[in-house]
């Protein structure tokens, strides 16, 4: 599902995305990958997209975030919110992120919400790498 920017003087023009999320359903769990922003302008469509992956995920949903560019604080609460409710069912879920979004996380000390998996040389939250 890709959102675009309604307010874009070319319409339908690539330029103009602001978010794509890329559901891949799989055996036992989705994956989903998410490219660009989210912010209140496109929250509630990215919130409806992985709701409904995580719903449809088997036992679960990872979220690939490590191509985010930009996550205003509805992101965030979209990505507590999508947290609860894998709780509630009984569903795990996993983020992928980057540095953006782990700064994000940490300074509102939300990331030990999630099971995060981070990439090979990826710095750690203590400021190393993992080994």
Do not use: W
């Not at 890709?2 to 103009?16: I, L, Q």
């Not at 940490?106 to 990826?122: D, K």
């Amino acid at each position: 599902m890709t959102h675009s920017d309604p307010t874009g003087s070319n319409a339908g023009d690539t330029t103009d995305i602001i978010v794509s999320v890329d559901i891949e359903p799989g055996t036992r769990s989705a994956t989903a990958r998410i490219l660009g922003e989210i912010d209140m302008e496109d929250a509630s469509e990215v919130r409806a997209d992985l709701m409904a992956a995580l719903e449809a995920g088997g036992v679960g949903l990872h979220v690939d975030l490590s191509a985010l560019t930009f996550c205003d604080s509805s992101g965030l609460h979209l990505l507590i919110d999508l947290h609860h409710h894998a709780i509630r069912t009984g569903k795990t879920l996993t983020l992928e992120i980057n540095s953006q979004l782990d700064r994000l996380l940490t300074l509102t000390q939300t990331r030990h919400l999630f099971t995060i998996h981070e990439r090979p040389g990826y710095p750690s939250p203590q400021g190393g790498r993992p080994e």
